[in-house]
Every structure is written in structure tokens, then in C-alpha cells.
């Protein structure tokens, strides 16, 4: 039987400041002076009881808090790679909120600096190579997303896309349809957060107007027989998260959870694992998970390692190496 926890994959829904475990974050908040709002571990981990995902983002602004100088995102973005380095990860694309930084007055060079040389460095140590893609926070205005993306362009060559994350209902994709334009006529390319829960009208949207080259989430497209089929005829990936949408509660349980569904239907699905520190797992134990849950197929894990270097934004001969190194890893395990 395949090891999916250490199939070769590609992670391509991260947020960087979502791997911030809680004894990273105490350690943090002692060296920068800054007072955490939970006083303990326990009172920390308490309050990873979501219950949709403003109750989460909460929790996860309050944190990145503690992120201050350069030397910590370095610390955040090496300590992500070292983990994952046992769980198959051979290429990852991280997301990033500048303005969740910007808004605490960090200069953008601070945080940028810090994950560039973290995965910079976890390139030489474990062999993971990576992009970076900066994501504008949707409940902010559009006129804020766009000073974002100018203060970005000094730094254009180290982001590869623009994605769209934060609160979803109420901030349609539309709401970003200038800021997206000018992206791509920068050369970025884009992404965005679409039918986590928000209904399947933005996922359309995000296609449509936002031109996106991959949809993160979107999961409730799934109650749009239409959208289906064109995700299918046009091979949009979706970067699922499947034990995130069980603690934000988009799904009751990981049984329920639709990815075998989308998988039957002949969508282009990845498994990834969003907020690792908050939702109880890395990438690697979300392939394991899913597949005990769902009772997923080897090859079913198969298409799916495969669909994340697809879909990921690597150049095509790296593509082929890892799709090679795949195919070895799977042959290796049948014999
Ligand atoms: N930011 C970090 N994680 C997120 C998620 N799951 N949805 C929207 N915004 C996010
Ligand atoms: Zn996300």
C-alpha cells in the first residue's frame, strides 16, 4: 500500500503565517517584547475551537502579531519547510498577507526579506524549491489591495501571483476586478480563495473576471452541475483543504468532506493543508486523512500528487522531474 504521508507532492494552498505553531508563537512574543492575548499553550490551543472562518481569522491575525523582524519570518517560513520536508514536499507555492504586516507597520522588505531567505535557505537543506504568491485581504478595499500591489512591484521578481484570501462572504471577487487587471498586465499571475463559503457564484466570478489560474478551495462548486463542467472541460485546478474545511466547519467531518466527489466528477483536485498550526495537520496528514476517510485509492492519492505538480507553476522541465520522480515512487511501491 502507497505511503500517501510521503508521497512525492507539491503544497500549493499555504499561508505562511498560518504555519505559526503556538510554541513558535510564545518564543516569538518573548524575544519581540509583545504581550500574547492568551497567556498559555492551553489557552492558545483552546481557542483553535472554531466555528467558521471569521472566528479563525481572528485567532490567526492576533497571532502573526508576534511577527516582527526579519529574522522571524526566516525562522516561520525554515521551521514550515523542515516540517514538511518528511511528508513528500518537493516544490510549495506560499501565500502570503503583506497588508496584515503593512497595517502593524512592518516596511515590506521585513517580511519579504525574511521568507525569501527562509526558503532560500530550506532550497540548499532539503531540496524543496518554491514560489511566492502575495494575497490581498478581501474585507480590506480594493483601494488598499492596489497601494498593496504598487509597494509590491519593487520586489516583483521574487512573486510569481496575486491570490485573494480573508473573509469571504460579503467580498465578492468582482470588488477586485482593477487590481487583478493591473496584476496581470504586470505579469502576475492569479489565484484566489472562491466557494469556501462563498457560494458558487464566486468561483465563476474569479474565473470570469479575476481570470484566475487556479481556484483555492472551491469545494461548493459542487452544487453547480454547470461550474462542474466547465472546471472539468477547462482542467481548473482546485487547491482543496480538507481538515481545514472540517474545523471551519464547511464540512461536518472528513467522511463527508466532497473531494472524492470532485474526483469522480473528473476535476483537476489537490490536497493541501491551508493553516497547518491551526487545523491539526500538515500536507502530508491530509493526503493520510482524507484517504483513511474517504477511502481513497492508490491511485486516486496518485492523480492527486500528480494534479499538484500540474497545477503548480514550476517551469516545465522541474514539472517533469518531479512527475518522473512520482511515477518511480509509485512503481517502487507496487513492486
Ligand atoms: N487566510 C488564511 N487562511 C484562510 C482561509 N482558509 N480562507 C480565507 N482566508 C484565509
Ligand atoms: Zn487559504
Not at 148 to 167: K, Q
Not at 196 to 219: K, N, S, T
Not at 256 to 270: E, S
Request: hydrophobic share 40%; aromatic share 10%.
Amino acid at each position: 500500500m502507497l505511503d500517501s504521508r510521503a508521497l512525492p507532492k507539491a503544497e500549493l494552498h499555504l499561508h505562511i503565517e498560518g504555519t505559526l505553531e503556538p510554541e513558535m508563537l510564545f518564543t516569538l512574543a518573548e524575544r519581540n517584547g509583545v504581550k500574547p492575548k492568551y497567556p498559555t499553550i492551553e489557552a492558545l490551543r483552546k481557542a483553535y475551537d472554531f466555528t467558521d472562518l471569521q472566528s479563525f481569522l481572528d485567532v490567526y491575525y492576533e497571532g502573526m502579531r508576534v511577527l516582527r523582524t526579519t529574522e522571524d519570518f526566516r525562522d516561520l517560513t525554515i521551521a514550515y519547510f523542515e516540517r514538511v520536508s518528511t511528508q513528500g514536499v518537493r516544490h510549495a507555492e506560499l501565500f502570503f498577507d503583506p497588508q496584515a504586516h503593512l497595517d502593524r507597520g512592518l516596511g515590506f522588505e521585513t517580511f519579504l526579506d525574511g521568507i525569501w531567505e527562509g526558503a532560500r535557505e530550506a532550497e540548499r537543506r532539503f531540496g524543496i524549491t518554491s514560489h511566492l504568491i502575495m494575497c490581498f485581504l478581501r474585507d480590506l478595499s480594493a483601494q488598499s489591495a492596489m497601494a498593496t500591489l504598487d509597494a509590491a512591484l519593487p520586489y516583483r521578481e521574487r512573486i510569481v501571483g496575486v491570490g485573494l484570501d480573508s473573509a469571504e462572504v460579503g467580498n465578492p471577487p468582482t470588488k477586485f476586478a482593477t487590481v487583478f487587471d493591473r496584476a496581470r498586465a504586470e505579469g502576475f499571475l492569479t489565484v484566489a480563495h472562491a466557494g469556501e463559503e462563498g457560494p458558487p457564484e464566486f468561483i465563476w466570478e474569479a474565473l470570469d473576471v479575476l481570470h484566475v489560474a487556479r481556484v483555492d478551495h472551491g469545494v461548493r462548486c459542487i452544487e453547480d452541475q454547470q461550474l462542474v463542467d466547465r472546471l472539468r472541460r477547462q482542467r481548473v485546478p482546485l487547491t482543496v483543504c480538507p481538515l481545514s474545511n472540517v474545523r471551519l466547519r464547511v464540512v461536518p467531518d472528513l467522511a463527508h468532506h466532497p473531494l472524492k466527489r470532485m474526483l469522480d466528477l473528473g476535476l483537476v483536485a489537490t490536497i493541501n493543508s491551508d493553516d497547518p498550526a491551526y487545523f491539526g495537520g500538515y500536507v502530508g496528514d491530509n493526503f493520510f486523512q482524507t484517504a483513511a476517510a474517504l477511502k481513497l485509492s492508490d491511485e486516486e492519492l496518485v492523480t492527486v500528487a500528480r494534479n499538484s505538480f500540474e497545477a503548480s507553476f514550476i517551469d516545465d522541465v522541474s514539472k517533469r522531474r518531479y512527475l518522473k520522480e512520482l511515477e518511480s515512487a509509485t512503481d517502487a511501491a507496487r513492486a
